[in-house]
């Protein structure tokens, strides 16, 4: 299983970015092979609008089963659902301890979006 964590730097050790579509970049884990690969984001940071569209797109190339993040926008949400990715907002702290909350089954569904649009 591959899940997407937002990312403020390029290890498990950066802080979870609380934005999707405007994080600086993408943790992609794979829970199977305990890898993972760093995805920049920065085309989306500064973009007038469809960011959370466009990150969700991106997520949903890499394969990923399930997003972590601190907040997620409605047309982010409704991509990333349309894609059949599961997501989890109210995440933080570090990457590798929002995995290790993901894999410990601590982390609940989001079952709606929790910002508003341009967060």
């Known amino acids: 299983?591959?899940?997407?964590?937002?990312?403020?730097?390029?290890?498990?050790?950066?802080?979870?970015?609380?934005?999707?579509?405007?994080?600086?970049?993408?943790?992609?884990?794979?829970t199977d092979a305990k890898?993972?690969?760093?995805?920049?984001?920065?085309?989306?940071?500064?973009?007038?609008?469809?960011?959370g569209i466009q990150s969700g797109r991106r997520i949903a190339?890499?394969?990923?089963?399930?997003?972590?993040t601190g907040h997620v926008g409605p047309k982010a949400?409704?991509?990333l659902q349309a894609a059949g990715v599961k997501i989890y907002s109210g995440v933080s702290g570090t990457v590798q301890?929002?995995?290790?909350?993901?894999?410990?089954g601590n982390l609940k569904e989001t079952r709606d979006a929790d910002v508003s649009g341009h967060w």
């Open 61 to 68: 190339d890499t394969g990923a089963d399930a997003v972590l």
């Open 35 to 51: 890898t993972f690969e760093y995805i920049e984001n920065t085309q989306n940071m500064q973009a007038a609008q469809g960011a």
């Open 97 to 104: 301890n929002a995995v290790d909350q993901f894999l410990a």
């Open 77 to 79: 949400f409704t991509t």
């Open 1 to 30: 299983m591959k899940i997407a964590i937002t990312a403020q730097g390029k290890t498990l050790d950066a802080p979870v970015d609380p934005r999707f579509g405007r994080a600086p970049g993408f943790i992609v884990f794979d």
